[in-house]
């Protein structure tokens, strides 16, 4: 018998835009509040300062807008589903980083850059469906399945921008929760089987790697994190050896080690 064909998690359009305005606006009242002195604080994204970190936050959302204003992409299927999206990220990493660099030194008005990024993204992002396919950088995309990657930008890099200038930056529970659950269907996609399960309460639980297949009662193999410690492990921010001596990610049963699989993007 075939295996069973796999369920992909969906996601409500409605919901997962006023997710992103939602992080986005914690963001930007938090950028509104930035020193000078803060402002030229080292991040942990190699030489990005506070202020370029800002910037290509703005740009991640700016992405949405631009593409809704191009033409339509012809073709019956996106080139880009939402699960090889976080795989995708790497071969781009030198564009957005010059793109980054070169909107911070145009835009050093902070303030009005993410003003008018609110307003177009409110403008231009319909709440009734999010089926329209737009260009990226990475291929066509669904709208839908291109704000849900919206939400892993502006949660990962509200947590960098928190770590670099000791920001306190509240996370949206609606875009922390997609942030989660698209890293961990990754993971699961990645590494597919049912031999461990990876929970990260209360938003996901995923079973992957290969092996036995747990049915019932406790499983032998199982690895648990918080939320935020879960997105650090799959982005890179945190290693999978630091994360266990510091007691952050719990792993049990001689297959729970993801160390091999992480990170998941950088």
Same mark, same amino acid.
């Not at 942990?44 to 506070?50: A, F, P, T, Y």
């Not at 066509?140 to 704000?147: A, H, K, N, S, V």
């Not at 921010?237 to 050896?241: D, E, K, N």
């Given at each position: 018998?075939?295996p069973?064909?796999k369920?992909?998690?969906?996601?409500?359009?409605?919901?997962?835009r006023?997710?992103v305005l939602?992080q986005f606006?914690? +963001?930007?009242?938090?950028?509104?509040?930035?020193?000078p002195?803060q402002? +030229?604080l080292?991040t942990?994204?190699?030489? !990005?300062?506070?202020r370029d970190?800002?910037?290509?936050?703005a740009m991640a959302l700016a992405?949405?807008?631009?593409?809704?204003e191009l033409?339509e992409?012809?073709?019956?299927?996106?080139?880009?589903?939402l699960l090889?999206?976080p795989?995708?990220?790497t071969?781009?990493?030198?564009?957005?980083?010059?793109?980054?660099?070169a %909107?911070a030194?145009?835009?050093?008005d902070?303030?009005a %850059?993410?003003?008018?990024?609110a307003?177009r993204?409110a403008?231009a992002v319909?709440?009734d469906t999010?089926?329209?396919l737009?260009?990226?950088r990475l291929g066509?995309?669904?709208?839908?399945?291109?704000?849900v990657?919206?939400t &892993?930008?502006l949660?990962v890099h509200?947590?960098?921008?928190?770590e670099a200038a000791?920001?306190d930056?509240?996370?949206?529970?609606?875009?922390?929760?997609a942030?989660?659950r698209l890293l961990?269907?990754?993971?699961?996609d990645?590494?597919p089987g049912?031999? &461990?399960? +990876?929970?990260?309460p209360?938003?996901?639980v +995923?079973?992957?790697i290969?092996g036995p297949?747990? /049915?019932?009662? /406790?499983p032998?193999?199982?690895?648990?994190s918080?939320?935020?410690?879960?997105?650090?492990?799959? /982005?890179g921010?945190?290693? !999978?050896?630091e994360?266990?001596?510091?007691?952050r990610?719990?792993?049990?049963?001689e297959?729970?080690? %993801?160390?091999p699989? %992480?990170?998941?993007?950088g």
């Open positions: 018998m075939p069973a064909k369920r992909l998690r969906s996601y409500d359009h409605a919901r997962t006023t997710a939602a606006t914690h +963001v930007r009242e938090a950028v509104a509040t930035l020193t002195e402002l +030229v080292p942990r994204l190699g030489d !990005w300062k506070v970190l800002a910037a290509h936050i992405r949405v807008t631009r593409g809704l033409p992409p012809s073709g019956p299927r996106p080139e880009l589903a090889q999206w795989f995708s990220t071969g781009a990493a030198g564009r957005i980083a010059d793109d980054t660099m %909107l030194v145009d835009r050093p902070l303030d %850059l993410y003003a008018e990024t307003e993204f403008a319909p709440a999010g089926d329209r737009l260009p990226t066509t995309m669904r709208l839908g399945d291109f704000l990657t919206r &892993v930008e949660v509200t947590d960098d921008l928190n000791g920001l930056i509240p996370y949206d529970r609606q875009a922390l929760a942030c989660t961990a269907d990754a993971l699961a990645k590494a049912g031999s &461990v399960e +990876v929970r990260v209360p938003f996901a +995923v079973q992957c290969g297949k747990h /049915t019932r009662g /406790t032998p193999n199982v690895v648990e918080a939320p935020l410690t879960w997105i650090r492990l799959a /982005t921010r945190v290693g !999978w050896a994360a266990l001596d510091e007691a990610v719990s792993a049990s049963g297959r729970a080690d %993801l160390g699989l %992480l990170p998941l993007m």
